[in-house]
């Protein structure tokens, strides 16, 4: 490699995400398992033949369903607010755009003008 | 008969074990986000849009995990999937951040002779590149991958990446020689 | 030369099924723009939405910190974006029912620029006395349609300040950066086709 090379190597060193991106992915990807989870769950609840069974196994849930459901609201609302801040940046970006293209486009018109 | 069921069996297993080779998943977000993460800012140089990209890249890893078949695998479709995520989005986006390599500000004579300098005016030429030159710049002197893998990664020929980077080398070299003195240029 | 407007797919987070506050109501029809169009972005975000989503931003980020700040005193965003594949996907006949609220006493319309090709945009402002209390951007162009309403104390101005962040492009270095860089970009496909090997 030339000096030059190693410049460019040394220019284009990687950077790191926000300090909470593993935790974000993760709790992402934890809501997207809980969908699943939960029409798996449904199903399994309306076959006929599943129910007496089922009604014994739900009293044991119950007792260690509670920490879980817990569990699964915090996911909730991680993944709720993560998405509401993308939304918002999204928002927020696209109005700051179209402000700069209003200003840049009444700046074309006058320059038309005079 | 027999050998070819051999052959197809060793094959599972080889694949099973080099699976077994995959470290978690929050291991694995841990370990390559920074990759993923540089990779996105390369073509968006937006922070969140490259944090947005990065997301997206690994929680579609999430719902593949099953046809990962081993590390090296991993490491590839990751580059691969990056790769091509930013380029779309960059596309889409008409990289708004970019700077025009004629825009770019002219140092002064202080900050010339100042390394920390160079690099930073080399990232802001990098993100003028043309797509297909940024892409391999990327891949080469970022993720410090070999020709055959880049071409795989971009669908191209080796042959098209040697040009490509050549051709952005000589790009970039022309652009330092000139705004900040040929002893920079080696 | 292309503006640089961003291409998103479909997103609804619908909280809300309405645009709220000052009794300023989305046409229904514009929804089915979203039919006709390759892709649109939905934002609806209302005052807990905005607090949940505040409570996310990130503090080490200058950015976020200051959309923080901004939205702080907002009681919504909402945004409806559609891009289509050719022209004559919409009229203005679509969003005559908007513009005839913004007829209203209390919205002013501060911006009106038409260009030959074909752009029509407008800012519409709402008083509250001598304060700001909301912001709509009506932009129209032949492939694309663009509304944006923010509700709440707010200045245009402090979104400008976001040029050159966040992706935002600065205002005055778009027109030239653009035409170079599509230059730029057809040069280089010619000289790719026409290459041999070295």
Sequence with gaps: MTPFEEELKQALQRQEPGGDFTA??????????????????????????????????ALVLVAGGSAYEQHEREVKRETRGMEAKRQLLLAVRIAGTKLQEVRQRVKESEQIEQ | MKAALLAATTSITATREAQAELPPFPSVVETHKAMVYSIAWQFLHDRVAADELAQDVFFQLHKNWASIQSPAHLLFWLRKVATHRAIDAARKRKAKAETSLEETDEPTVLERVHDSFLASYLKRMVASLPEKQRSVIVLRYQEDMELEEIAKVLSMNVSTVKTQISRALELLRGKVSRRLGKENVR | MKRPFLKLAIIAISLSPVWAADDLKLPINLDKLAERATESVDVTLDQSTLQLASGFLSKDDPDEVQVKKMIGKLKGIYVRSFEFDKEGQYSMA?????????????????????????????????????????????????????????????????????????????????????????????????????????
């Design chain 3, 94 to 198: 679509d969003v005559q029912a908007l513009r005839a609220q913004l007829k209203a006493p209390n919205w002013s319309r501060i911006v009106g620029v038409k260009s030959i090709k074909g752009e029509n945009t407008e800012v519409y402002l709402l008083k509250n006395g001598d304060q700001i209390a909301g912001i709509v951007v009506l932009d129209a162009e032949p492939k694309e349609l663009t509304i944006v309403h923010v509700d709440g104390s707010i200045s245009p101005e402090e979104l400008s300040r976001l040029g050159g962040h966040m992706g935002i492009p600065e205002f005055s270095k778009q027109k030239k950066k653009a035409k170079k860089d599509s230059s730029s970009d057809a040069k280089e496909d010619e000289q790719e086709d026409g290459q041999s090997e070295r």
């Design chain 1, 24 to 57: 974000r992915v993760l709790a992402r990807c934890a809501a997207e398992d809980a969908k699943k989870r939960s029409s798996l769950w449904h199903s399994f609840w309306t076959a006929p033949a599943w129910r007496v069974g089922a009604v014994a196994a």
